[in-house]
């Protein structure tokens, strides 16, 4: 089949978010065709290029998500019109605040996002609480109306945006400030929104002109994702626009992966920004995750924690399937079968220092190496002899600063120590970097130590617990985001930012080799089982099958000829539903017949033996099949 692969800042491209599984996916999946349609976050990211594509990847599309060029699209007073009405039908929907998603959204959307970059349980309670508050009926009805009103505006703008080549110049109007500010000047508008100034509402309009910029794109025609038997969205928010459209122009079924929630790190990255921006933002994002999910025809989680954060937004819970990321484990197999230095290891194999912690990350303050230095302090009163090696790089402007306070900071903990009088005095703390002379690749950072720490107070997919497990080492995690599920009892999970009990935790199992070793090799067996490329590939490759089973073929093959191809399309897809149930059709015409009508090709020996005039039918009861008005149909 042909896959159209949705990406936002990701793949091809040879940095950015979900790049490796993508790739994996790609080169797994060689039976199947792949379109890959990328939007971009910066000239920086486009100008590193692209990562060597497969030869399935038959074509590869890109447009920038940071930089819109004007589209020349001049409207006239009835395209202006149109807009005026879609538009500030789309604005009053974001403004009208807590109905218009589903439940668990009200409290966030009124102004509590800035508690969720607190941390995630006060995000999962406050979301907890306000599902409780919209289990009424009445609540229910109004949502799905507001849905439906923030589902027909959008599919609004993007059939304007096809009719008149695109609507870059009209969402930066005026035309949009003054019908996004009417919106949150109405009655029933947020409280933030009704006291939005004029520096807030052109933020705000910015914000959802970057956002809304896949309408005006030329990807939704007969040769672009029109084409394709599959939409593949590899997250949620702007990459599975182009899905929607898709689906809305060309009946594309759609399938949305989410490894880290969008919306989440919507809520995350505008704890800084104005009150009344933040609720708008957080109305417009949680708005637009929601008619993803109500659209989608699966949507696959990488985790528990994300599938928690996709029902309270709306989704189905009939649509959920859990797919947990693929990773490669065959870089991480001689550590993990020669763990700890057991008999009969490869002697080229590094030997784990019982006496030494390992850190591996991206380092920023996210992953809260403050508390873990405490908690080393802790550590090396009961264990004097205990190292701590902390690899990894720092992530941005940010990352540096805080990789700064954390070595100032361990310097003043823990000053230079020496055996005796006569050595050199060593800290006990090092700050390294893979491919640096002491690590060298990442399967050593772990084969370093034996045992693996992370101190997160906010994670998504730990990946680097999972790469740990693969190493059979064992493991003490903060219980953030899927640690829990990831690590399933072969690992010790203590509370975040509690480094007493994160240092109680290192030494129960700096002091107990057995335990040490059992739990690394419960947790190998458990990554080995769950966590591996093949099962991803595999999993995804039966869900494409699923989805395009049950959908309707909306075009015909055709040969280079041009004639149509038989049998170009399984058997099995020329059916909508159930094909063994017996029921009638309602009037109008089924999906499957929406195209023009087909041709049979006709022998010459049935043109002999047939009239021209004739018609052959099947008795059927008059009782059971009604009239039919001439040019509908009935099953």
């Not at 406050?126 to 505006?153: I, M, N, P, Q």
């Not at 009969?344 to 390992?358: C, F, K, Q, S």
């Given at each position: ?147 439906d009103r923030f589902g027909s505006a959008l599919y609004a703008l993007a059939e304007l945006a096809r ?28 409280r933030a929104a009704r006291m939005a100034g004029i520096p807030d509402l052109l933020a705000v309009a ?430």
């Amino acid at each position: 089949m042909r896959i159209g692969l949705l990406t936002e800042g990701g793949y091809p491209y040879v940095s950015g978010d979900a790049r490796l599984w993508c790739d994996r996916l790609v080169r797994g999946l060689r039976q199947h065709e792949f379109d890959i349609y990328a939007l971009s976050r910066s000239e920086h990211q486009e100008r590193e290029g692209w990562v060597e594509l497969p030869p399935q990847v038959s074509r590869v599309r890109t447009a920038p998500l940071w930089t819109a060029e004007d589209d020349g699209a001049v409207l006239g007073r009835r395209a202006r019109r149109r807009f005026a009405e879609a538009y500030g039908e789309l604005a009053a929907v974001v403004c009208a605040g807590p109905a218009l998603t589903a439940a668990g959204m009200p409290a966030l959307v009124a102004g509590t996002e800035a508690s969720v970059a607190g941390t995630e349980a006060s995000a999962v309670g406050t979301e907890a609480s306000a599902a409780g508050t919209g289990t009424s009926a009445v609540s229910g009805t109004r949502e799905a109306l507001e849905a439906d009103r923030f589902g027909s505006a959008l599919y609004a703008l993007a059939e304007l945006a096809r009719d008149e080549g695109g609507l870059v110049g009209a969402l930066r109007s005026e035309t949009a400030v003054r019908a996004l500010e009417s919106a949150c000047r109405a009655p029933g508008a947020l409280r933030a929104a009704r006291m939005a100034g004029i520096p807030d509402l052109l933020a705000v309009a910015a914000h959802f002109e970057r956002a809304l910029r896949p309408l005006s794109l030329d990807w939704y025609e007969d040769d672009g994702l029109g084409s394709v038997d599959l939409c593949h969205a590899a997250a949620g928010g702007s990459a599975a626009l182009p899905g929607l459209l898709a689906r809305h122009f060309s009946g594309v079924p759609l399938l949305v992966t989410e490894y880290g929630v969008q919306l989440r790190a919507h809520y995350l990255a505008s704890g800084q920004a104005p009150p009344a921006v933040r609720s708008l933002l957080a109305a417009f994002h949680g708005a637009l995750a929601a008619e993803v999910y109500r659209r989608a025809a699966v949507i696959t989680p990488g985790n528990t924690h994300a599938r928690r954060w996709q029902e309270r937004c709306g989704a189905d819970r009939a649509k959920l399937r859990t797919v947990y990321p693929g990773m490669e484990a065959s870089r991480f197999a001689q550590v993990g079968e020669n763990a700890e230095g057991a008999a009969g290891a490869n002697p080229d194999t590094p030997v784990a220092d019982p006496d030494t912690l390992v850190w591996v990350g991206r380092i920023e303050p996210a992953k809260d190496l403050i508390a873990l230095l405490h908690a080393f302090a802790e550590i090396r009163r009961e264990e004097p002899k205990t190292r701590l090696r902390i690899v990894g790089a720092a992530a941005g402007a940010e990352g540096s600063a805080y990789l700064g306070h954390c070595q100032a900071l361990a310097a003043q903990l823990f000053p230079d120590e020496a055996e005796g009088v006569h050595a050199v005095g060593d800290n006990p703390v090092s700050f390294e970097e893979i491919g640096g002379p002491e690590v060298p690749s990442l399967a050593e950072a772990y084969a370093a130590g034996a045992v693996v720490v992370l101190s997160s107070v906010v994670e998504g997919f730990p990946v680097s617990l999972v790469e740990a497990m693969f190493c059979g080492r064992a493991t003490v995690s903060t219980d953030v985001g899927a640690v829990v599920e990831v690590i399933g009892g072969t690992g010790l999970v203590v509370p975040p930012r509690n480094p007493r009990a994160l240092a109680e935790a290192c030494v129960a199992l700096l002091r107990d080799p057995e335990r040490r070793e059992r739990l690394g090799a419960a947790a190998r067996a458990r990554a080995l089982e769950l966590f591996t490329v093949e099962q991803n590939v595999e999993a995804f490759h039966g869900i494409y099958l699923d989805i395009v089973s049950h959908s309707p073929v909306r075009r015909m093959v055709v040969g280079e000829a041009g004639e149509p191809l038989p049998f170009g399309m399984p058997a099995e897809a020329h059916v909508p539903g159930r094909w063994t149930e017996s029921r009638l059709m309602s009037a109008g015409r089924p999906r499957w017949a929406a195209g023009a009508p087909v041709r049979a090709t006709v022998t010459a020996t049935t043109v002999a033996a047939v009239p021209a005039a004739s018609v052959v039918v099947p008795a059927v009861s008059a009782a059971v099949v009604p009239a039919v008005p001439a040019g509908e149909c009935v099953r």
